[in-house]
C-alpha cells in the first residue's frame, strides 16, 4: 500500500504559514477503507492511515 505525498491545495487557510501540512493522497475512490466491518476496509492502508493519525496527534 502506498499513498502519495503533496502540499495541500491553496484553497486551505491555515493560521500559521510557516507549518504547512502535508496531505496524503490514497489510491482508489473508497472513502471507507479503514473500518473492517465492510467490503472496502483495506488493512494495509488503514494501519498507515492509524499511524499517520498518531504522529500527528503526538506532535500537538
Known amino acids: 500500500?502506498?499513498?502519495s505525498r503533496r502540499t495541500c491545495?491553496?484553497?486551505v487557510s491555515w493560521s500559521a504559514p510557516s507549518r504547512m501540512p502535508s496531505c496524503?493522497?490514497?489510491p482508489?475512490?473508497?472513502h471507507l477503507f479503514a473500518d473492517s466491518s465492510l467490503s472496502?476496509?483495506?488493512p494495509e492502508a488503514a494501519a498507515l492511515l492509524l499511524e499517520r493519525s498518531?504522529?500527528?496527534?503526538?506532535a500537538v
Open 1 to 3: 500500500m502506498s499513498s
Open 9 to 11: 491545495p491553496p484553497r
Open 24 to 26: 496524503f493522497i490514497y
Open 28 to 30: 482508489g475512490d473508497q
Open 40 to 42: 472496502a476496509y483495506d
Open 54 to 58: 498518531k504522529a500527528l496527534l503526538s
